[in-house]
């Protein structure tokens, strides 16, 4: 590796007192960082072995290749994502040893929890016996004999904090606030990594455990627990008395309500049927609060279209698609032609259908210590491959007219013939928001001509 002149120390971030004006001075610098003297042979020497061990380091976690010249530096997938979340490079490598194509969600736990991030998470004298207690109630185990390890101590924290358990003293709650403020970007960049590898499963599950982090409840939870003031106890509230009953002032209402979107179905922003709903078990300040959040959950309606060239058309077409098929064969009409082993554009439409009064984009997420924005995650899979072809995050969204579009890139597959792919719309925020719709593709067979002008498209755009 070359030497360094002292007016690179600045890029590297070690910045010397060259001009230490006395002996006091020139002994500090020199004890700090080992050296025997000050002079710039010794420095240069110095911080050439400082990047040497350090590039090393880079590149056994994945995060950059050096030549075969040992003098250009690539940076890889892993380095970039670890520098866009200011992640460690010991985080990025434990996801390229650990994550798997089909993780659970207990398996991200752990992995989660043992990013270096939270190794500085304080595990004080005799807490190893407050993890064991708090370890004991909450549903997936840990190792005992690991409980003063502060990545066991995140694992049974985040647990609670899905568990809703009250904390044994404000040290575990500080604690719990510190931990889930670095568990959303290290979860984003699960995220990155899992899609970069087209792990279908594990990149659904990622964003399942991100939703949980910041609702601090279990997945398989009822999400109509999001309400504020609604209780486990209070679920018979949703259920009408007796299957296929239909009570009184809900006339279209045929069974249990399950979900958030079948509430905002049925209340129809109407405060009384919410009330008459819940009768008087819950107070009416507890019921203004429930409808309030209610009306301002934000429920997304979605149209998709296609554009890309097809051979014999003198531009670029753009066609609908229909994602609404309610079961039942397709007709021929439903799928769309493409052309084999050729890129085209999916034009993703969002539109916000209710109007909320709110001025701000932020989630309902009174147990989250921070202020979050309602985003979207959209990710187009192979159901079949179990593979992810493409994911774009949307910005959240406004009640309106217009809406928002997203652009997606996709490739089609090199085999002609049909071919179903997914299209989930993905809250990072709220459970029970998600959405999935088919993309029915009848692939043809290649076509140079709408190559060929697809490619002249695409340098005209770089142009």
């Known amino acids: 590796m070359e030497a360094f002149t002292p007016l690179q120390l600045f890029v590297l971030g070690a910045r010397l007192e060259l001009n230490a004006t ?95 991030e939270f190794e500085e998470l304080p595990v004080r004298h005799n807490e190893d016996q407050t993890n064991l207690d708090l370890a004991e109630r909450v549903p997936l185990q840990v190792s005992r004999l690991t409980l003063d390890s502060a990545h066991t101590k995140t694992n049974i924290l985040l647990q609670a904090h899905f568990s809703r358990l009250d904390m044994p003293s404000s040290d575990y709650s500080t604690d719990t606030k510190s931990v889930l403020d670095q568990a959303v970007r290290v979860l984003q960049a699960m995220l990155d990594v899992s899609a970069d590898q087209g792990w279908l499963v594990t990149t659904l599950n990622v964003v399942q455990l991100l939703q949980m982090v910041i609702q601090a409840r279990w997945a398989d939870q009822s999400s109509l627990l999001t309400l504020p003031h609604v209780q486990q106890h209070h679920l018979y509230l949703f259920r009408p008395h007796g299957a296929g009953a239909r009570p009184k002032g809900f006339p279209g209402l045929r069974g249990p309500v399950e979900t958030l ?72 009409s439903e799928w769309v032609t493409i052309h084999a082993d050729q890129e085209y554009v999916l034009n993703v439409h969002l539109r916000q259908m209710n109007k909320s009064q709110k001025r701000d984009s932020k989630a309902h997420a009174p147990r989250f210590p921070k202020p979050k924005d309602a985003g979207w995650i959209l990710v187009v899979g192979d159901t079949d491959a179990r593979e992810v072809l493409a994911l774009k995050r949307v910005s959240p969204l406004r009640g309106g007219s217009h809406g928002t579009r997203a652009q997606i890139s996709l490739f089609t597959p090199s085999t002609p013939g049909r071919v179903i792919y997914t299209l989930y719309l993905l809250s990072d925020a709220y459970q029970g928001l998600d959405q999935q719709y088919d993309l029915c593709f009848d692939v043809l067979p290649p076509s140079v001509e709408a190559q060929v002008n697809s490619e002249l498209r695409d340098l005209d755009l770089d142009s």
């Open 22 to 116: 006395s002996e006091v001075e020139i002994r500090l610098v020199n004890g700090f960082y080992e050296l025997d003297n000050t002079e710039h042979a010794t420095i240069n020497k110095y911080l050439s072995s400082l990047v040497e061990r350090s590039l090393m380091e880079l590149e056994a976690s994945y995060c950059l290749e050096i030549g075969e010249d040992n003098r250009s530096i690539s940076p890889l997938t892993l380095g970039r994502v670890a520098s866009y979340y200011y992640l460690k490079h010991t985080t990025v490598r434990g996801f390229c040893d650990t994550m798997r194509p089909e993780c659970s969600v207990p398996d991200l736990l752990e992995i989660l929890s043992n990013a270096s």
């Open 261 to 332: 979107p079948e509430l905002v179905e049925i209340c129809g922003g109407r405060r009384e049927v919410l009330d008459t709903l819940l009768g008087s078990e819950l107070d009416q300040g507890c019921r203004e609060q429930i409808f309030q959040v209610l009306v301002e959950l934000p429920l997304v309606e979605v149209s998709v279209e296609v554009s890309g060239w097809m051979e014999g058309e003198s531009s670029s077409v753009s066609r609908p698609l229909n994602i609404y098929h309610r079961g039942g064969l397709r007709p021929d």
